[in-house]
């Protein structure tokens, strides 16, 4: 069974481009998280979904990051402009009813983002 | 706000000793508790989750709990190299699967 999928892996682009990542989450799993990793700030939620519906976006940063799920294989992270505090690895990670625990949250491999 | 603590190290373990790393949680509502592992450029990983107090096993891993105290302890036997990591402590906040994380802990075994 394949694991959470994330693209790109790396993108490097210059400030004021927009830039979209991609993540495709596990199979019946019916959340879905977005979360930004950086050395200073650690791990950061950004926004997730249930059940394709955003529930909580309170950790975008600000109104150039929007994220979409438009069905329940598919959710987008959009950075727009961006900037280059921006760079950082970018995660999704899916839940659901699996191994006996509702909430165990799987990781994909993560998008290194760098804007220069 | 809810806050998950974890001293960020390193912790420095000799090979085959147990490595003991440690979380303390604010949210007295939380049911379900974590630990992963995080790799240098990696994605972190599921170890192990826990519910009930006291302990659970899994290998050389071992979650404790203990609710009243609001503390989730990992300890690791017979450490190895490989397990030089960063290990995130992450606790259940709300409904929807949200999972409040930890800074990391981050684990160094030397032979």
């Known amino acids: 069974d394949a694991g959470v999928i994330q693209s790109p892996r790396h993108e490097v682009t210059e400030m004021g481009q927009e830039v979209t990542l991609r993540c495709k989450p596990i199979?019946?799993?019916?959340?879905l998280f977005w979360y930004r990793q950086t050395m200073m700030r650690g791990l950061e939620l950004l926004i997730y979904?249930?059940?394709?519906?955003?529930?909580?976006d309170s950790g975008m940063p600000e109104d150039r990051f929007s994220a979409k799920m438009p069905n329940a294989s598919f959710s987008t992270l959009k950075i727009q402009p961006s900037e280059p505090r921006d760079s950082a690895v970018y995660f999704c990670?899916?839940?659901?009813?699996?191994?006996?625990?509702?909430?165990?949250?799987?990781f994909g491999p993560g998008t290194r983002l760098t804007v220069l | 706000q809810k806050e998950v603590e974890q001293n960020s190290g390193p912790l420095s373990v000799p090979e085959g000793a147990i490595a003991s790393l440690n979380c303390t949680y604010s949210d007295r509502g939380s049911q379900s508790f974590f630990w992963y592992r995080q790799y240098s450029g990696k994605s972190p990983e599921l170890i192990m989750f826990?519910?009930?107090?006291g302990d659970k096993e899994d290998g050389r891993f071992t979650a404790q709990l203990n609710k009243a105290s609001q503390y989730v302890s990992l300890l690791i036997r017979d450490s190895q190299p490989s397990d030089s990591a960063t290990y995130l402590c992450?606790?259940?906040?709300?409904?929807?699967?949200?999972?409040?994380f930890g800074a990391g802990t981050r684990l160094a075994v030397h032979p």
């Open positions: 979904f249930n059940n394709n519906v955003p529930i909580d």
């Open positions: 990670a899916s839940s659901g009813r699996t191994s006996g625990s509702v909430n165990t949250q799987y």
């Open positions: 199979s019946g799993h019916n959340s």
């Open positions: 826990i519910y009930s107090n």
């Open positions: 992450a606790v259940n906040s709300g409904g929807y699967n949200k999972l409040i």
